[in-house]
């Protein structure tokens, strides 16, 4: 019995210390660390912009900056936080980029240091951090976000990813949306899906939000059937969404053309008796894109309609499918996925139809591996390990049998007290020598590729641009980016942060361990986004950022006079008033393309002058002809034309997809125009002069011993990428679908 009495006690004790271990480490988190929410509705995707939500606890300093690891596992501090007025509690916001899956986050308090239990600032934060909490997507996994009751959107996702490479609906609910949505923390998601029925519960902040990211290139399925009634009294920028003004409900009882779009039957089975009622609009849109699907005649009551909306694309639905009689029908997901493109989102994940290419896990990746490589022989870079390899193998050899043999048969062992210093000093200079010549004492270099897209009818300005930086010795740099001079511009919005490859590969954002380092210590950005503050640089090696900012530009960019003839080609005239020519320059529209040459700014093309059109898909895929067939250009995965990859990028489902690339886009997803070509758009694109840059980068290096150098980034290419949007007036064109009835001229 005094046993068990002893192990009774001691297991009261035990558990007497576990609660109140417990209840000092809740009475800590509640002191020092308050719920933090990261994403939308706790989920957030590697690699990808996240906002992020800080509670303001009373009687606790308010928090001042956020911290969050990288792919190298260094902290990366936001900018200064700010309390947002009106937020509950007055919560902070940041907005941060998780470079791990389990990226560390830490919470710099004001006054750090004092009590409170939050990490001082600076230094190494990697003691008071913790993993970024909520539910981490990795950067290969399409998200789609949803607003709405729709059960069918799950088995519509596998539809279109596919079981290899799977989508993820994240709900949009009040409770989900961090305080000031902004545009940038949709950059995680590939779709979005929004429900008329529920559009009325989201504030007029995050359908600002929304209407954002859809012009800065986002997609979004709006389902408004009778509810777009409510949608078009609610005002922009909702209504917008809508293909037309002044919206009247009218029956629907025929259900044919429907279901042949979805490939499903059984929805006039599904429906009231009465019918259906949906809208029909007294004033279509002048750009109200291409009707897809219709009853009686096209224009009298479209059903699903496909336009611009800036960089990017809404798809409109004319039934709510979330009404209650609908949300049982088996064919929900064929119709979601038909909505959604088809199989368009599986090209964003990472392709298995080349299983041999080990070389670049996507499209983004190959530029990165393009840009790292400095084209002339003065570039800092690594001696290649072959080399290193065989130096080493050559001093074995020298010590092992050469001066041994040598040794062994002069017949006087105190030789080899000479020869193995002479041994050592020899490779010792022979290293050096090799470093010096690999770039060890050449100076440090940049280089920058540029995108600049403009759409010509709403005013948008988006630029993308990546750089690549090389030290020979140990740095630290600071980075800021601003939209360029060469196109006028107001309120521009701008980022900039690290550039790393996705997937699990060595470097990867989704790799279990971080990437090492010879140069490790915390970063942060400045007073915003578009600075970075002293980002470490390791001897003889490089880092690699990327960049993208959105501003309105105040003058017209292009006069146009283009409509869509009855065969559904381009006819009319065009003029640019670019400050700058624009060489190479070609007119795209659905899937031709005419050819333009040199386009100066102010004189005027015309199609009947021009040669075309001809494919674009070949040539896009460089297709020529050999005998009687024609053969692509195969796409090399170890290619390095910064140039080309950012041309096939641009256009990469036009060009075929993952079926011509055998890899995905990446992260330059979000510059493929494709989805524009199909609608009311035609696109403008050129090479701006290699002295023209579509982002201004400020380079600051400073050097552990030396002076501050302030470096000239230099072109990968002979210049920006530019990309003109124009509007082909609606009613003076039949669609660019072949989707028509036989009895249509």
Same mark, same amino acid.
């Given at each position: 019995?005094?046993?068990?009495?002893?192990?009774?006690?001691?297991?009261?004790?035990?558990?007497?210390?576990?609660?109140?271990?417990?209840?000092?480490?809740?009475?800590?988190?509640?002191?020092?660390?308050?719920?933090?929410?990261?994403?939308?509705?706790?989920?957030?995707?590697?690699? +990808? $912009?996240?906002?992020?939500?800080?509670?303001?606890?009373?009687?606790?300093?308010?928090?001042?900056?956020?911290?969050?690891?990288?792919?190298?596992?260094?902290?990366?501090?936001?900018?200064?936080?700010?309390?947002?007025?009106?937020?509950?509690?007055?919560?902070?916001?940041?907005?941060?980029?998780?470079?791990?899956?389990?990226?560390?986050?830490?919470?710099?308090?004001?006054?750090?240091?004092?009590?409170?239990?939050?990490?001082?600032a600076a230094t190494r934060l990697a003691?008071?951090?913790?993993?970024?909490?909520?539910?981490?997507?990795?950067?290969?996994?399409?998200?789609?976000?949803?607003?709405?009751?729709?059960?069918?959107?799950?088995?519509?996702?596998?539809?279109?990813?596919?079981?290899?490479?799977?989508?993820?609906?994240?709900?949009?609910?009040?409770?989900?949306?961090?305080?000031?949505?902004?545009?940038?923390?949709?950059?995680?998601?590939?779709?979005?899906?929004?429900?008329?029925?529920?559009?009325?519960?989201?504030?007029?902040?995050?359908?600002?939000?929304?209407?954002?990211? !859809?012009?800065?290139?986002?997609?979004?399925?709006?389902?408004?059937?009778?509810?777009?009634?409510?949608?078009?009294?609610?005002?922009?920028?909702?209504?917008?969404?809508?293909?037309?003004?002044?919206?009247?409900? !009218?029956?629907?009882?025929?259900?044919?053309?429907?279901?042949?779009?979805?490939?499903?039957?059984?929805?006039?089975?599904?429906?009231?008796?009465?019918?259906?009622?949906?809208?029909?609009?007294?004033?279509?849109?002048?750009?109200?894109?291409?009707?897809?699907?219709?009853?009686?005649?096209?224009?009298?009551?479209?059903?699903?309609?496909?336009?611009?909306?800036?960089?990017?694309?809404?798809?409109?639905?004319?039934?709510?499918?979330?009404?209650? $009689?609908?949300?049982?029908?088996?064919?929900?997901?064929?119709?979601?996925?038909?909505?959604?493109?088809?199989?368009?989102?599986?090209?964003?994940?990472?392709?298995?139809?080349?299983?041999?290419?080990?070389?670049?896990?996507?499209?983004?990746?190959?530029?990165?591996?393009?840009?790292?490589?400095?084209?002339?022989?003065?570039?800092?870079?690594?001696?290649?390990?072959?080399?290193?390899?065989?130096?080493?193998?050559? *001093?074995?050899?020298?010590? +092992?049998?050469?001066? $041994?043999?040598?040794?062994?048969?002069?017949?006087?062992?105190?030789?080899?007290?000479? =020869?193995?210093?002479?041994?050592?000093g020899s490779f010792t200079a022979a290293?050096?020598?090799?470093?010096?010549?690999?770039?060890? +004492?050449?100076?440090?270099?940049?280089?920058?590729?540029?995108?600049?897209?403009?759409?010509?009818?709403?005013?948008?300005?988006?630029?993308?641009?990546?750089?690549?930086?090389?030290?020979?010795?140990?740095?630290?740099?600071?980075?800021?980016?601003?939209?360029?001079?060469?196109?006028? !511009?107001?309120?521009?919005?701008?980022?900039?942060?690290?550039?790393?490859?996705?997937?699990?590969?060595?470097?990867?954002?989704?790799?279990?361990?971080?990437?090492?380092?010879?140069?490790?210590?915390?970063y942060t950005h400045g007073d915003s986004?578009?600075?970075?503050?002293?980002?470490?640089?390791?001897?003889?090696?490089?880092?690699?950022?990327?960049?993208?900012?959105?501003?309105?530009?105040?003058?017209?960019?292009?006069?146009?006079?283009?409509?869509?003839?009855?065969?559904?080609?381009?006819?009319?005239?065009? !003029?640019?008033?670019?400050?700058?020519?624009?060489?190479?320059?070609?007119?795209?529209?659905?899937?031709?393309? *005419?050819?333009?040459?040199?386009?100066?700014?102010?004189?005027?093309?015309?199609?009947?002058?021009?040669?075309?059109?001809?494919?674009?898909?070949?040539?896009?895929?460089?297709?020529?002809?050999?005998?009687?067939?024609?053969?692509?250009?195969?796409?090399? =995965?170890?290619?390095?034309?910064?140039?080309?990859?950012?041309?096939?990028?641009?256009?990469?489902?036009?060009?075929?997809?993952?079926?011509?690339?055998?890899?995905?886009?990446?992260?330059?997803?979000?510059?493929?125009?494709?989805?524009?070509?199909?609608?009311?758009?035609?696109?403008?694109?050129?090479?701006?002069?290699?002295?023209?840059?579509?982002?201004?980068?400020?380079?600051?290096?400073?050097?552990?011993?030396?002076?501050?150098?302030?470096?000239?980034?230099?072109?990968?290419?002979?210049?920006?990428?530019?990309?003109?949007?124009?509007?082909?007036?609606?009613?003076?064109?039949?669609?660019?679908?072949?989707?028509?009835?036989?009895?249509?001229?």
């Amino acid at each position: 019995m005094s046993h068990r009495n002893e192990w009774a006690t001691r297991r009261r004790l035990v558990t007497a210390l576990c609660l109140v271990v417990a209840l000092a480490a809740a009475i800590r988190a509640d002191d020092g660390g308050p719920a933090v929410v990261a994403g939308i509705g706790g989920v957030h995707r590697t690699g +990808y $912009w996240t906002p992020l939500a800080i509670p303001v606890t009373t009687g606790i300093s308010p928090p001042s900056r956020a911290w969050v690891a990288d792919p190298d596992g260094q902290l990366v501090g936001s900018p200064p936080l700010e309390r947002e007025a009106g937020a509950p509690g007055g919560a902070v916001r940041a907005c941060i980029r998780p470079g791990r899956p389990a990226a560390q986050l830490a919470i710099e308090r004001a006054g750090a240091g004092q009590g409170g239990g939050a990490p001082q600032a600076a230094t190494r934060l990697a003691d008071a951090a913790s993993p970024l909490p909520g539910t981490t997507v990795a950067s290969t996994t399409p998200l789609v976000l949803v607003h709405g009751d729709l059960p069918a959107t799950a088995a519509a996702l596998r539809l279109v990813a596919g079981e290899r490479t799977p989508a993820l609906a994240v709900r949009l609910t009040t409770a989900a949306i961090p305080p000031r949505l902004e545009p940038r923390d949709l950059d995680a998601f590939d779709e979005a899906i929004m429900c008329g029925r529920d559009l009325g519960t989201l504030a007029h902040d995050t359908l600002t939000a929304l209407d954002g990211w !859809v012009r800065g290139g986002g997609r979004l399925v709006l389902i408004a059937g009778e509810s777009a009634v409510a949608v078009a009294v609610g005002g922009p920028p909702a209504c917008d969404w809508l293909p037309g003004r002044e919206p009247r409900l !009218v029956r629907l009882r025929r259900f044919a053309s429907l279901e042949a779009f979805a490939r499903a039957g059984g929805l006039a089975g599904r429906s009231p008796p009465q019918g259906v009622e949906v809208p029909q609009f007294a004033e279509p849109l002048v750009d109200s894109g291409t009707v897809e699907v219709f009853e009686g005649s096209r224009t009298e009551l479209p059903l699903v309609i496909r336009r611009a909306h800036g960089l990017g694309t809404i798809t409109w639905l004319g039934i709510d499918i979330d009404a209650t $009689w609908a949300t049982a029908w088996p064919g929900g997901d064929r119709l979601l996925a038909a909505l959604l493109g088809g199989r368009s989102i599986a090209d964003q994940g990472l392709s298995n139809a080349d299983p041999g290419r080990p070389r670049v896990p996507d499209l983004a990746g190959q530029l990165r591996l393009a840009l790292d490589t400095f084209p002339t022989p003065h570039a800092a870079r690594g001696v290649p390990f072959e080399i290193l390899a065989g130096l080493g193998v050559l *001093y074995a050899l020298a010590l +092992y049998p050469l001066d $041994w043999w040598f040794v062994g048969r002069s017949g006087r062992p105190w030789f080899s007290w000479l =020869t193995l210093p002479m041994l050592a000093g020899s490779f010792t200079a022979a290293t050096w020598a090799i470093g010096g010549l690999w770039g060890h +004492y050449a100076p440090p270099r940049c280089q920058v590729a540029d995108v600049l897209d403009i759409d010509a009818a709403g005013g948008l300005v988006r630029g993308s641009s990546w750089l690549a930086v090389s030290s020979p010795a140990n740095a630290a740099l600071d980075i800021s980016v601003a939209a360029a001079a060469a196109v006028p !511009v107001t309120g521009t919005d701008a980022a900039v942060s690290w550039f790393a490859d996705s997937g699990t590969g060595f470097g990867g954002v989704d790799s279990a361990t971080a990437h090492p380092s010879l140069a490790a210590h915390d970063y942060t950005h400045g007073d915003s986004l578009a600075d970075l503050v002293g980002v470490p640089i390791a001897a003889v090696s490089s880092r690699l950022f990327e960049s993208a900012w959105t501003a309105a530009t105040p003058t017209p960019i292009a006069t146009s006079t283009l409509v869509r003839d009855s065969r559904g080609l381009v006819r009319g005239r065009l !003029v640019h008033q670019l400050p700058f020519p624009l060489r190479e320059c070609r007119l795209l529209h659905a899937g031709w393309l *005419y050819d333009i040459g040199d386009f100066e700014p102010g004189t005027t093309f015309d199609t009947e002058a021009s040669r075309g059109p001809r494919s674009l898909a070949a040539a896009l895929t460089r297709r020529v002809a050999i005998g009687d067939r024609d053969r692509a250009e195969r796409w090399d =995965t170890a290619g390095l034309d910064v140039a080309r990859i950012l041309e096939v990028a641009g256009f990469h489902a036009a060009a075929g997809g993952t079926g011509y690339t055998t890899v995905a886009a990446g992260r330059l997803q979000r510059l493929d125009l494709s989805p524009l070509l199909a609608v009311d758009r035609a696109i403008v694109v050129g090479r701006a002069p290699a002295g023209i840059r579509g982002t201004t980068w400020h380079v600051r290096l400073q050097q552990d011993h030396g002076e501050p150098v302030t470096l000239a980034p230099e072109a990968a290419d002979s210049g920006p990428l530019v990309r003109i949007v124009i509007s082909l007036p609606e009613g003076q064109s039949t669609p660019a679908t072949a989707e028509l009835p036989e009895d249509t001229p």
